[in-house]
């Protein structure tokens, strides 16, 4: 069985799911001179981006809660600590391999381009919805980490684009009029965001996107991704654990702080 194939099965049961390979010299040229691949690790030749698609990553993660509670109560970002210990896991199959792991947690101190590489590594096509979009999951994909290693595996067939010839029911269901020459724009959707309730824990746009419909995330998921603080007191309650027993209230949203930061 070859890498990839073996990390494919690997995390599957993590609910890490959705896997690709990009090539660092077409991630380099829309790349931050400090954000390129060898300027992180030199002598990279591959990029392997891990994705979550549908429900299988937070029902994985409920799973563990439920039997690990304190993996709740005792982290500011349990589902970060859950991917985190879900890549740790699969350093065996690494062994031997120079490589180099980049995650998209909070507290990472990098962040690299996710979209860019998910979109080289065939995990789906730019949208107009500004997510990347993919066949099985529709938008409902989450960029988990990316892996750089020197090693040799070819990058991964390009996905199909979905907007094009679509009827765009995702910018006729956006109460925010948040499109731009029919593209998702961030700054209308945090103004909105910061003088509406009308979007907080669902995007409606997103809702409304006709590929995918049999992954979407389920109510409390949506919840606790778009608005977190809310979101942790519904799992809380979801798995019966008392809120005096939580060490973390939950954070944001931070509409500002996601403006400055490109979303």
């Not at 349990?78 to 120079?98: K, N, Y």
């Not at 998921?221 to 809310?230: A, V």
């Not at 309650?237 to 939950?250: C, E, N, S, T, Y």
Request: charged share 20%; net charge neutral.
């Amino acid at each position: 069985m070859d890498l990839l194939s073996s990390l494919r099965e690997h995390l599957q049961p993590w609910g890490l799911n959705h896997l690709g390979v990009a090539s660092p010299a077409a991630y380099d040229l829309s790349a931050k001179p400090e954000l390129r691949s060898q300027a992180l690790m030199p002598g990279t030749r591959s990029i392997v981006v891990v994705g979550s698609g549908g429900p299988d990553l937070w029902e994985a993660f409920l799973a563990d809660l439920q039997g690990e509670p304190l993996r709740l109560t005792g982290q500011a970002h349990p589902l970060d600590a859950f991917v985190t210990r879900a890549v740790a896991s699969a350093e065996p199959l690494l062994a031997g391999i120079s490589h180099r792991w980049f995650l998209t947690t909070a507290t990472a101190s990098v962040h690299l381009d996710m979209r860019t590489l998910a979109v080289l590594a065939g995990l789906g096509a730019k949208s107009r919805l500004g997510l990347v979009l993919d066949r099985r999951f529709g938008p409902w994909l989450g960029l988990r980490a990316a892996c750089l290693m020197d090693l040799d595996l070819p990058p991964s067939p390009p996905a199909p684009d979905l907007c094009t010839g679509c009827a765009a029911p995702c910018m006729m269901r956006c109460p925010g009029n948040a499109f731009v020459d029919g593209q998702w724009d961030v700054g209308r959707c945090a103004a909105f965001h910061k003088a509406s309730k009308q979007c907080h824990g669902i995007c409606h746009a997103r809702l409304a996107c006709p590929v995918g419909v049999a992954e979407q995330y389920p109510e409390l998921q949506r919840r606790y991704h778009d608005d977190r603080k809310n979101g942790r007191a519904m799992l809380r309650a979801h798995l019966g654990i008392p809120a005096a027993q939580d060490r973390h209230a939950g954070e944001g949203p931070h509409w500002d702080e996601w403006v400055g930061s490109g979303g």
